[in-house]
């Protein structure tokens, strides 16, 4: 897996997606950030790394350890019990600071959901947060595949008015404060930001 280039979090999610097929893969970074996320993905997954530093980047050579006898292989997380895993978006950006490396984390957020799981039940958008669900996103095609996964999306109607956007909402659909607020009370698993 050629990864020289790439953004985080694709080499991670390149080689994932590569260890689901194959015992045995090659990735190749060019920044130490790269290498210690891909590695700490595979060894969190039951793989040995090797790394090779040549002129061109850096080689993972990675190796799918195999099951010892009578060990169970590792299990996925699975969904928080006791009602649904709902997440809770207020800002086009994550976290506070610099708002142009909050847009740059909310991006890689939303791509590295896909590849993650549990997956949450259903994603809500309030405030500003609500500029993500609309036409020129930089998360669209993110929340698109979330949804088609069966990820229910909610954008606060007031909101959208608020910023003028109602007409512009590209994916989910348009709630209430009543809908969000029992989807909210309900869940089994609440994260915000």
Same mark, same amino acid.
């Given at each position: 897996m050629d990864a020289r280039g790439l953004a985080c979090p694709q080499p991670v999610i390149m080689t994932r997606t590569a260890l689901q097929e194959c015992d045995a893969v090659v990735t190749i970074v060019d920044n130490r950030t790269a290498q210690h996320n891909v590695t700490r993905m595979a060894?969190? /997954? +039951?793989?040995?790394?090797? #790394?090779?530093?040549?002129?061109?980047?850096v080689y993972l050579h990675?190796?799918?350890?195999?099951?010892?006898?009578?060990?169970p292989a590792p299990t996925p997380p699975v969904s928080p019990s006791g009602g649904p895993l709902v997440l809770v978006i207020s800002?086009?950006?994550?976290?506070?600071?610099?708002?142009?490396l909050g847009h740059i984390l909310i991006r890689a957020f939303f791509h590295t959901l896909n590849e993650v799981e549990p997956l949450p039940d259903?994603?809500?958008?309030?405030? /500003? +947060?609500?500029?993500?669900? #609309?036409e020129d996103s930089p998360v669209l095609e993110d929340l698109r595949s979330l949804?088609?996964?069966?990820?229910?999306?909610l954008a606060c109607g007031t909101?959208?008015?608020?910023?003028?956007?109602?007409?512009?909402?590209?994916?989910?659909?348009?709630?209430n404060m009543m809908t969000i607020a029992e989807t909210m009370l309900r869940a089994g698993r609440l994260v915000s930001w």
């Open positions: 060894e969190k /997954s +039951g793989c040995t790394v090797r #790394v090779e530093e040549r002129e061109d980047g990675i190796l799918r350890s195999a099951q010892p006898a009578g060990e800002n086009e950006h994550m976290g506070h600071g610099e708002a142009e259903t994603i809500i958008f309030f405030n /500003s +947060g609500v500029r993500l669900v #609309v949804s088609e996964q069966g990820v229910e999306i909101c959208l008015q608020y910023y003028n956007l109602k007409d512009k909402i590209a994916v989910g659909e348009v709630s």
